[in-house]
């Protein structure tokens, strides 16, 4: 069984030569490939030859662990350990050329399956900054090297917050209205695009604080992981550990502050 450390070092790796393709592939235009859940939720051409490249190269280092990517599904694995990737995390930012996009890769215990999983290590890549997030549990986050930790003793009234909104034009409005209700509690609301990136401006204190409903696993699961090694506390909806129907990350104190807030809204979504 490799080291954290080790896992970390191999998503980094990967992390690093996927943000070189896309980077690439953004350089030469985009092409859009097809729409999921809606026609604003998109999928390039680079997102499948990004993944393309990520599957393999984890293949040739760790045979015998499973993956998970967004655009080409699970394969299980014997090991016990999964790959949980998103090959281009802020795809519609990449498509538009908005310089915050990112590869996400993050390596699970168990199943794939954020309410279960153990996550072991992970690394964000921004190809247009170069800016590498990275972390291993129980070894702290780092940004290029640099140990990162959240913010701390922020009050709810100046807390800067970033959050997300789904692509579904419904779900938005239900979205949007809570946001009007914390929008006046807080210092102000950011909503970036990438949920990956978000949860890492957490770790480095450009966000205080950071939530979202309906995020898939790859969306979160490396984000999430150096969230919490920055000293974030990152829970779900109720009893629930982050996943789809909600993920707040923020500082302590801050969490403690804002998630009941958070809470009483989206409970009432179920």
Request: with cysteine; charged share 20%; proline share 4%.
């Amino acid at each position: 069984m490799p080291s954290n450390a080790e896992l970390r070092d191999i998503a980094l790796t990967v992390a690093r030569r996927a943000a070189d393709l896309a980077q690439l592939r953004r350089s030469e235009g985009v092409e859009i490939a097809a729409s999921k859940s809606s026609l604003t939720d998109i999928v390039t051409r680079a997102d499948r030859e990004v993944e393309r490249l990520v599957r393999e190269a984890i293949a040739a280092s760790r045979p015998r662990d499973g993956f998970l990517g967004e655009e080409s599904g699970g394969g299980e694995g014997t090991s016990g350990l999964t790959w949980v990737v998103d090959p281009i995390d802020g795809t519609v930012n990449y498509f538009y050329g908005i310089p915050a996009y990112a590869v996400s890769i993050a390596v699970v215990e168990g199943d794939a399956d954020p309410q279960t999983w153990t996550t072991l290590a992970g690394a964000v890549v921004n190809p247009v900054s170069g800016e590498a997030f990275t972390a291993a549990a129980g070894g702290g986050a780092r940004l290029n090297g640099k140990e990162l930790h959240v913010n701390g003793d922020v009050p709810l009234e100046l807390a800067l917050v970033g959050t997300g909104f789904g692509y579904d034009a419904t779900i938005r409005e239900r979205q949007a209205a809570f946001v009007a209700q914390l929008i006046g509690k807080v210092r102000d609301v950011r909503r970036i695009g990438t949920a990956s990136l978000d949860l890492c401006n957490v770790a480095s204190g450009r966000l205080d604080a950071y939530f979202e409903r309906g995020l898939n696993p790859w969306d979160h699961a490396a984000g999430a992981l150096i969230a919490r090694e920055a000293g974030a506390v990152v829970g779900g909806l109720g009893d629930l550990q982050a996943g789809a129907e909600l993920l707040v990350a923020a500082p302590p104190a801050l969490y403690e502050k804002l998630n009941p807030l958070v809470q009483e809204y989206y409970s009432a979504w179920r």
